[in-house]
């Protein structure tokens, strides 16, 4: 079955420290991953996508992702953090164009000055 | 282009009422996804469609939900009769057949009370 994993559902980062939220999939197929990122009150916009090609991508906002298709995971990293970034990420999986893709469950990311 | 533009942002209505949703995709993209967010079960797949037809629907929670797209401009989902555990944020999605990057609109806050 497709999934996708989230361990952590809630993190809290120092401001100016380094960020790695964990994603795991599962997936029977080549998969497409993607990060959202959700801002209180308001709808998922694209950080980064990866389809093929160079495993590390980059991002909007100084993100980038890295994808281990040993590990079936696509972590998200940000080597500094800024209290802005405080919001819920979203992992997503999908496969074939114009399929829909499969979400985490989310991680609540909270910024500390 | 506007993106993805939902309506209304928000609804109130009572137990037993119909509630329709209503989503205008971005223009020249062929798949439209329907969303459903809560605390409890995250973002949940209800429907898709792909080029104005269901592929996927089997995440309509009961028969009390009907979704659909009569054009590639237009697309609703309908409750009827609502119920309280109806309440949750409804987010449309599209995206482009070729491209499995979806984007979203603002979504709808549904209350049911």
């Known amino acids: 079955a497709q999934s996708v994993t989230q361990p952590d559902i809630h993190i809290t980062v120092s401001e100016g420290a380094s960020l790695e939220l964990r994603c795991n999939y599962s997936y029977g197929a080549t998969p497409y991953l993607f990060w959202y990122v959700q801002s209180p009150g308001q709808g998922l916009q694209l950080l980064l996508k990866y389809f093929s090609g160079d495993t590390l991508v980059q991002g909007i906002k100084g993100f980038e992702a890295e994808f281990k298709r040993s590990q079936s995971s696509f972590n998200l990293r940000k080597p500094s953090v800024h209290w802005s970034d405080a919001a819920e990420y979203f992992c997503a999986v999908g496969g074939q164009a114009g399929t829909a893709l499969i979400f985490g469950k989310g991680t609540t990311l909270s910024v500390s000055s | 282009d506007a993106g993805v533009i939902q309506s209304p942002r928000h609804e109130v209505t009572e137990m037993g009422q119909e509630v329709t949703l209503r989503c205008k995709p971005i223009?020249?993209?062929?798949?439209l996804f329907w969303y459903r967010q809560t605390m409890m079960r995250g973002l949940e797949l209800l429907i898709y469609?792909?080029?104005?037809?269901?592929?996927?629907d089997s995440g309509m929670p009961e028969d009390r939900f009907s979704a659909k797209m009569p054009n590639a401009s237009f697309s609703t989902l309908k409750i009827q009769p609502s119920e309280p555990r109806d309440s949750a944020v409804y987010f449309c999605a599209s995206s482009l057949t070729r491209d499995a990057e979806a984007f979203f609109g603002q979504g709808t806050r549904l209350t049911v009370v």
């Open positions: 223009s020249g993209h062929n798949s």
């Open positions: 469609f792909n080029n104005n037809v269901p592929i996927d």
